[in-house]
Each structure stands twice: as C-alpha cells, then as structure tokens.
C-alpha cells in the first residue's frame, strides 16, 4: 500500500491510495477524491492523508484484517506507529493481533504529533464510510465520544453559559506543547540584509511583517495588494494598505491553506519593499506577462511565478551569507510575526484571524511567552525594599 498521485482530464491533482498491483483502494479513493473535489482541499492535504491511510491499510493487511475489523483495534496500530521502523516485522502473537516490538525504553519513530495526524486522516476515511453506506454505522462509535467543552480554551468556549455536546475523538497520543520555532528579531535583520534584490526583501518581508505563508506569498497577484490608504478606486472599502489572500488553483503549485480568504494589513516597511520592487521589476521585464506579484527576475523563464520551493532556495542562500547557524525556514518567519503579534498585545481572534487559523486554537501557542520573555518580566519586577533595609 502506498500513496498515488492522480491526475484528471480537467488538470486537478490529487492524491489516492494503490496496493501493490497499482490498484486502486476504492474506499480510500472515494474519501480522498471527495476530499479534493468536494471539500476543496490542498493537493497537499490529500498527498499526507493518503500516506497516512496507506499505513493504516498496510497495518491491517500485517494482521491480515479487513480495514472495518482494524478500527476496533486502532490503540495496537497506534502502538505499531510509535515503534514500527521501516519494513514491518511480521512476527505476531498468538491471536494475530499484535506485534513484537524492541522495549522497554525503545525510542519512538514517530512522534505523537505525527501519529495524531495519521489518526485525523483515518477518522476522516472512516466518517466518509460510514456516510456513504461502504462501512458499518458502528464504526462511528469507535472512533468518536461525546464530550462537553469543559477541555477547550476559555477563548474557544461559548459565551451564553450553555454547554454544548461536541464528537471527541478517542484515540489521541499526548502532545508535548514545545516553544515555538519562530525565527529571532536579529536573525529577520541579518536575512534582509544578506538578500541581493528587492524582490528577495520584499518575500521575506511577507512572511515576517504579515505572516504569510510560502504558497500564499507564491500565489499573490498584483490586484491582491492594495498599498494605498484608500483603495475605493479599486472597488475595495478595506481602509488603509493591505493585501488579500485568496485560494486559486495557480500553475506554480502555490496554494492557500484556508479556504477562507482573509485581508492582511501593510506596515510602513511591507510597503516600502512593494514600492522599490515594483521599480526594480520594471527594470527587468517589459510589463508585460502574469498578473503574479512574486516572479523570476533573474531566472528564465523571466516572469515566471516564483515556485514555493524557491522561497526555501532563497531563505538557506540567505541565511548562509549572513551567518546564521542554522537556515531559517519559511514558518519561523510566520511564527515570528504571530508571536510579535502577541507579544504586542494582540488578542487571540485577532492572531487567527491575521493568520488565517481557522480554529482559535491553532492561535493559542503564540500566548505562551519562550523562556527568554519569561526570565525579562521577573528581571523587571522592583526589589522590595522596608525602610531601614540595606540592598546587599
């Protein structure tokens, strides 16, 4: 079992999942198509679902069960995630059911971050059965548990007192809430300084000052950017100057994450960097080409939208000529312009909705301040001091 690419008449990808023979697994398939053509989900989205059944098909074919029959023992193929590394043994026990594993003390190869996703995109084939009639009713019942709302965030929460029932997910390994990845202050002036063009400012200005995301940035047109206070001219009553982020089906694999489009504001510097730009483009191109904001310059095909995969070129070029010791990526510079945002007293709806989340939670990490934040807020508390006292 392993993860196809699929590509259909009309130019849409997706993602589906093919046994051995390069056959088709037509309950995945129905879930994954129905994923990319009736969700609107990323190509992307169904490449990592589709892996991710894979190995749940795979796990059921070791225990030689049918999928339906491997749901109701999804805590062994959890088990099998955590500690099962390249090709599978296929020792099994007695009743075919489990696996001999190296332990105690064994590292895990998957972290729980990991197998919770492979776990969301099972639920998901699973749900997607059941409501089409390929699968038992039952199932629904394995992989869901009614709860209250008492576990979420106190922003996630209803305001009215009521206590909602919502489906919560059974099977969920623990997640180690680490400090975000973000990219420095320091680090964000030494990229900009190490980058040879405008354009390069201006990308990583996008990422770092408006929290955008590579594809985002990849998949900006130059109707998308309003720079101006007022941009009624272009029929747009958003005040002052901004940009739109918008999900399109783009020819450079650019792609936005949320379906949602959301309006980002320009600061001083991000507009500044598009001004400059715009001259430095005019300089190389002819004005003439695609509407797309971001494009090669200095590369052929000139005029060209830029990949996603350059934006990483670019950032590790960068990184190297200004010394940095490890190459910032792409999402720390989103990271650093959330956790500013926090750090400036920015309310959880505004970060999610500046950042495109869909759900407040996703937003909630930026609220918890790193360890350097920490020690600056106790060093800034006075000593407390009794009249006749002596600071020693």
């Not at 180690?176 to 320091?186: F, M, T, W």
């Not at 509407?291 to 070029?317: H, K, Q, S, T």
Request: aromatic fraction near 4%; charge should be positive.
């Amino acid at each position: 079992m392993r993860a196809f690419m699929v590509k259909l008449p009309s130019g849409v990808r997706y993602w589906t999942v093919v046994d051995d023979a390069l056959v088709t697994v037509g309950d995945a398939d129905a879930y994954l198509r129905h994923l990319r053509l009736g969700r609107d989900a990323a190509e992307l989205t169904t490449r990592s679902y589709a892996g991710a059944i894979a190995l749940f098909f795979r796990w059921c074919d070791l225990r030689g069960l049918h999928w339906h029959t491997g749901v109701e023992h999804i805590g062994l193929f959890m088990t099998w995630l955590r500690h099962a590394a390249g090709a599978p043994s296929t020792s099994v026990d007695s009743e075919g059911m489990g696996e001999l594993l190296a332990g105690p003390g064994a590292r895990p190869v998957r972290a729980a971050r990991r197998v919770n996703m492979v776990l969301t995109a099972v639920r998901g084939l699973v749900t997607h059965a059941v409501a089409t009639g390929a699968a038992p009713a039952g199932l629904g019942a394995l992989i869901y548990e009614v709860a209250d709302e008492a576990d979420l965030p106190q922003q996630a929460r209803r305001e009215d007192g009521r206590i909602p029932w919502r489906l919560r997910a059974r099977h969920r390994l623990h997640e180690p809430e680490p400090a975000v990845n973000r990219a420095s202050d320091d680090d964000i002036v030494a990229l900009l300084g190490a980058c040879r063009s405008a354009r390069d400012r201006l990308i990583v200005l996008l990422m770092a000052r408006a929290g955008l995301r590579r594809g985002e940035v990849c998949g900006l047109r130059r109707s998308d950017v309003h720079p101006a206070a007022d941009s009624r001219v272009l029929r747009c009553e958003v005040e002052g100057p901004h940009l739109h982020v918008a999900r399109r089906d783009n020819p450079n694999q650019a792609w936005a994450k949320s379906r949602r489009g959301r309006v980002v504001p320009l600061d001083g510097l991000a507009v500044r960097a598009l001004d400059t730009y715009e001259l430095e483009r005019a300089g190389h191109l002819d004005g003439s080409g695609n509407d797309f904001l971001v494009v090669n310059l200095f590369r052929r095909p000139l005029g060209a939208p830029v990949r996603p995969d350059a934006i990483n070129e670019l950032l590790r070029a960068c990184s190297a000529r200004a010394g940095l010791e490890v190459a910032v990526a792409p999402h720390q510079l989103r990271h650093a312009f959330g956790s500013n945002v926090a750090d400036a007293g920015g309310a959880l709806d505004v970060i999610a909705d500046l950042l495109g989340h869909r759900s407040v939670t996703s937003s909630q990490v930026y609220l918890h301040p790193d360890p350097a934040r920490l020690r600056r807020a106790v060093d800034a508390v006075g000593t407390p001091r009794t009249p006749g006292s002596v600071e020693q």
